[in-house]
């Protein structure tokens, strides 16, 4: 769901034409709604209700300070997979005690910042990881709390880009090296505090099976880990709950509670959740221009302002995003179909292939749709194109969240 809708004929954020919006900030344009990432943030946790529980969105998905903000004002914590990412959520006001830093390749450094800010845990995905964080937690005199990220081989059956909890994928240690993992790190590293157990399989799936086939797996985990004598406390089930940006139907964030809490009654842990995606997915649209219309035999091309640098989804997974007119014109009814591209010189830049839409003439603004969760964040200055303005909308007004880029922000460093 998301409060983007038309009023009349004007397609609007909350309560702000669309069109008002782009007058002020020109296009291409990031539109988010805070009531949307407030709800989103609601419904998530309230399927965890009953049990103690904490929420990390996924900052990777949209890592603007303002969207941040939104969460950590809700109390949501925080899934990092960087350092940058931790500047930016402790930015943004968030609570490192609600942070977990997950991600195959930390550095050194990354893992001694983290360290300072004293977060809840580190997601580790190999056994040099654990070495590499024991030293560095040695060398601070600290403890380091850590989970491993366990490799479930489960296949969330959803795109092989976004699938990460199958053998052939980088992520986690095998289930069957895991235990022996922990027993090796209680003995052999002192620094560290085995608190937790973490998996992540995937990103937008859209069936509860997959992540109850990974819950399973880690549950039969729990239970040796603890007769070893470890004292788990945290089950982290990471993100990947899928959305619609077509005709997907997802379980809502209360079906998949439901089937999580049953699986997991009588274990005593504290669960965590690092939705991204489903938090953001649809709280963001992409507002771009058309500039030209061009007809190339019996092909027709829509050439948009907004490309791949701007919005790589399309071009990187081949995903749709729905594209909807911001003002529904006179000749409203009359249907073309068309590519719309956008101006990068690569011929895999696109935003839609064979897409049915209305007709539209130069100076028409597109919403491409469902473009909050890995839209800004994924974007890039490819063919030196400062990126673009993202806008909060907020009941009746809206803020610049962030500026557009300028041609000296774009070669700022140099030389
Ligand atoms: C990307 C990622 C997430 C978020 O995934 P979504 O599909 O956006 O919910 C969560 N945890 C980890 C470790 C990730 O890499």
């Known amino acids: 769901m998301h409060f983007f809708a038309y009023k009349g004929k004007n397609f609007s954020a909350e309560g702000v034409k669309v069109e008002d919006i782009v007058k ?50 809700e109390g949501s914590g925080f899934d990092i997979v960087s350092a940058g990412e931790l500047y930016r959520a402790l930015k943004a006001g968030a609570n490192p005690k609600k942070i977990v830093f997950s991600g195959v390749g930390k550095r050194s ?23 590499a964080l024991n030293s560095v937690a040695k060398r601070l005199k600290t403890k380091a709390n850590f989970a491993i990220r366990v490799n479930p081989d489960v296949d969330p059956k959803t795109h092989p880009y976004i699938s990460t909890g199958l053998k052939k994928n980088k992520f986690g240690i095998p289930a069957e090296d895991a235990v022996r993992e922990y027993v090796l790190a209680k003995q052999n590293l002192k620094c560290l505090a085995p608190v937790g ?20 797996k880690i549950k039969g985990l729990v239970h040796k880990l603890r007769s070893e004598g470890l004292e788990i406390k945290y089950l982290d089930m990471g993100g990947g709950l899928g959305i619609t940006y077509d005709k997907e139907a997802p379980p809502h964030p209360s079906k998949y509670g439901e089937a999580v809490l049953k699986s997991t009654s009588g274990l005593d842990l504290t669960l965590i ?15 771009t221009k ?15 302002d907004a ?7 399309p071009s990187l997974y081949g995903s749709y995003h729905a594209i909807k007119p911001v003002k529904v014109s006179p000749s409203a009814g009359e249907e073309i179909t068309a590519d719309v591209v956008g101006p990068i010189c690569e011929s895999g830049d696109f ?25 800004f964040s994924m974007s890039s200055n490819y063919n030196s194109r400062p990126r673009v303005a993202e806008v909060m909308a907020d009941g009746k007004g809206y803020k610049v969240i962030r500026k557009r880029e300028t041609f000296e922000d774009i070669i700022r460093g140099e030389k």
């Open 24 to 73: 002020k900030t020109g296009t291409p344009v990031y539109i988010y709604s805070k009531k949307t990432l407030r709800t989103h943030y609601g419904a998530f946790t309230k399927a965890f209700d009953e049990v103690d529980h904490i929420v990390c969105f996924s900052v990777k998905a949209n890592s603007n300070i303002s969207v941040l903000r939104t969460f950590a004002e």
């Open 109 to 131: 450094d990354e893992l001694e910042f983290a360290l300072k800010k004293k977060i809840l845990m580190f997601n580790v995905e190999s056994p040099e990881e654990l070495t």
């Open 197 to 216: 157990i973490d998996c992540h399989i995937g990103s937008q799936i859209t069936k509860i099976d997959p992540f109850i086939d990974a819950l399973e």
């Open 273 to 287: 959740f690092e939705p991204g995606r489903v938090m953001v997915g649809n709280a963001g649209i992409l507002v």
């Open 290 to 304: 058309v500039l030209y219309v061009k007809k190339n035999d019996d092909k027709t091309f829509v050439i948009v």
């Open 307 to 313: 490309g791949m640098n701007d919005l790589a989804r």
């Open 351 to 375: 935003i839609a292939k064979d897409r049915i839409m209305p007709a539209v003439k130069s100076g028409a603004l597109l919403a491409v749709m469902s473009a909050g969760a890995y839209g």
